[in-house]
C-alpha cells in the first residue's frame, strides 16, 4: 500500500537554483527517509529524520518534517546538473512489536536540473 | 557505493524456467529485504527477513520463493513467472532494531519474463 505522496511529481529548475520537493503522508509513522535514485539505478539513501525531530541536515539537503500535518520537505540548495534523479520519500511505520517492517515510498518526485 | 551486491544485474527467463536472484550485505545487518519496481513506479515492499526468519510477506505470488540462508545473503526463487512479473527487484538491509534505521539498498536486477 502507498504511504507517502510527493509534491510535485516533476520538476525542472536551472543549474544553481534550489528545488524544493514536498511529501505528505497518511498515518502515525516512525521515521521518513528521503532516497535518490537515477534512471535504472538502485536507491540511494539521503537522509533518515526521526518522527521527534523537526529538521535535519546534510551538506546541500535540508529536510522538515511536521507530524502534525504529516508532511516533509525536502530542499536541495545550489542544484547542480548531477542532481538530475527521482526523489522518493519513505515512511516507516509505528511496530510497537519492535523490528523491521520496511518502507512504503511515496510516488516520487523527478527532478531535471537545466545545466 | 552500494554495500548490498545483487546479481545478475540483467535476466532474461521463459515462463517455465527456475531463476534465482541473490543479494549478498557484509554490514553485518540483521534484517533483509526485497521489493520490486516497476517502470516510474515506487518500490513495492515483498517480503522482510529479521534475524533470518521471514517476518513479512505482502501477499506475494507462490511463483516467488525467498530464502535466507544466512545473515549475510538473500536470494529470491523464480518459477513460473508471467510477462507482468518484469521489473527492476531491489534487495535492501538494515541494522534491527526499534526506532527504525536506514535500508540501504543494492543496484537492483533487471528481470525480463519473456
Known amino acids: 500500500s502507498q504511504q507517502g505522496e510527493e509534491d510535485p511529481q516533476a520538476l525542472s529548475i536551472q543549474e544553481g537554483e534550489n528545488a524544493t520537493m514536498n511529501c505528505s503522508y497518511k498515518?502515525?509513522?516512525?521515521?521518513l527517509q528521503w532516497y535518490r535514485q537515477n534512471s535504472g539505478r538502485g536507491l540511494v539513501h539521503l537522509i533518515l529524520i526521526r518522527s521527534n525531530e523537526r529538521e535535519k541536515h546534510s551538506g546541500r539537503l535540508r529536510v522538515t518534517l511536521d507530524t502534525s500535518k504529516k508532511s516533509s520537505s525536502l530542499l536541495i540548495t545550489a542544484s547542480r546538473a548531477a542532481d538530475t534523479a527521482s526523489y522518493f520519500c519513505?515512511?516507516?511505520?509505528?511496530?510497537?512489536?519492535?523490528?523491521?517492517?520496511?518502507?512504503?515510498f511515496g510516488k516520487g518526485t523527478h527532478l531535471i536540473i537545466q545545466p | 557505493d552500494t554495500e548490498v551486491t545483487q546479481t545478475p544485474k540483467h535476466l532474461v527467463m521463459g515462463m517455465t524456467n527456475k531463476k534465482s536472484l541473490k543479494c549478498e550485505q557484509h554490514?553485518?545487518?540483521?534484517?533483509m529485504y526485497w521489493y520490486k519496481q516497476k517502470a516510474k513506479k515506487p518500490p513495492e515492499l515483498m517480503f522482510v527477513?529479521?534475524?533470518?526468519?521471514?517476518?513479512i510477506n505482502e501477499s506475494v505470488p507462490s511463483r516467488f520463493s525467498p530464502e535466507c540462508p544466512n545473515s549475510s545473503l538473500l536470494n529470491l526463487h523464480l518459477h513460473a513467472l508471467q510477462p507482468e512479473d518484469s521489473a527492476l527487484y531491489l534487495c535492501a538491509s538494515s541494522q534491527e532494531g526499534l526506532g527504525g534505521n536506514t535500508i540501504y539498498f543494492g543496484e537492483g536486477s533487471w528481470l525480463t519474463v519473456v
Open positions: 519513505a515512511t516507516g511505520l509505528m511496530y510497537s512489536g519492535g523490528g523491521a517492517d520496511g518502507l512504503t
Open positions: 498515518t502515525s509513522i516512525n521515521n
Open positions: 554490514m553485518g545487518h540483521r534484517a
Open positions: 527477513y529479521s534475524y533470518e526468519k521471514l517476518s
